[in-house]
């Protein structure tokens, strides 16, 4: 294999833009949209997406507090070894309990938080996993929003109201937040 | 804050070097001195060890072979997501099981795997942790190469006997396999 190893211009701090939010708010959905957006702006970018952190860096972790605060804790040690080296991080993540948001979010640079905001009326109709219905039936415990704590954001860095608001709509506002042109 | 996304110039893919061996062996010693070789020629360079990998990414895990082998898996998903963006990245863990760092190697781009190697009788007499003496007493369960087995690379890229070589002399091999000028 020929030598891959060239010196870069003096590299940038990428930032991390956060998404939190109850299940079915639309998080992955912007996040998604938000990363092809870069991608086809030649942006170095990574989207990491709540179930696949758990699949690759949190199997075995449960819903307990102490447990979803690991996971977001190791999502932001992952985030921010990306950021450092240049890459906008899109981390999409219910991340329900705001002491432990602020906690990372204070760790990483520039980052903005971004509250995926949708009545619970509005998710538990959309419904995405099938999740919901089980849930208010009193099959899943520690589901977030029905029978484990959501602590909303007190002052996002954006607050999307996606049941008012397109994906499309979304994105750019995002956008703007990250100082580029829709 | 001021934007910090420019387009890159097309992204390079990052080369893992992974160091495997006994603890005591030398692993880290190697990758820090290879760290800051390659961060003085200003390459995008990230260092992942073991022990600071366990504390962020695998606090709970033990040193079953199933949580070993997580652990492994752990950090080569993370050392693939910033191969992807360029960056060189030196992976420093024992990662005993041949059948386990083959699996995740495999999936990694330009790998260079690493067998830092020194007899036991060496690593025991170095016994940088005070822990081969208790391991040998029969006092902690689970040590590789007194209590668990250690797989040693069969065919790895490098394989360097750090009793016999200096840490200088590993690094100017190391460079070399990146093709690097010493």
Redesign the interface.
Known sequence: ????????PA?????VVWFTGLSGAGKSTLAAALYEE?RA????V?LLDGDAVRE??S??LGFSREDRD?NV??IA??AG??AR????VLVSAISPYADTRREVLDTLP?TIEVFVDAPLEVVTKRDVKGLYLKALAGEIPHFTGVSDPYEAPSSPDLHLRTDQISVQDGVKELLAK???NA
Chains 1, 2 share one sequence.
């Open positions: 294999m020929s030598a891959t190893l060239t010196p870069r590299q940038k701090t990428g930032r870069l702006r030649d942006l170095p990574e690759n860096l199997k075995g690991t804790r190791r040690f992952v070894l990306l080296h240049g890459v906008t520039g990250l100082g580029l």
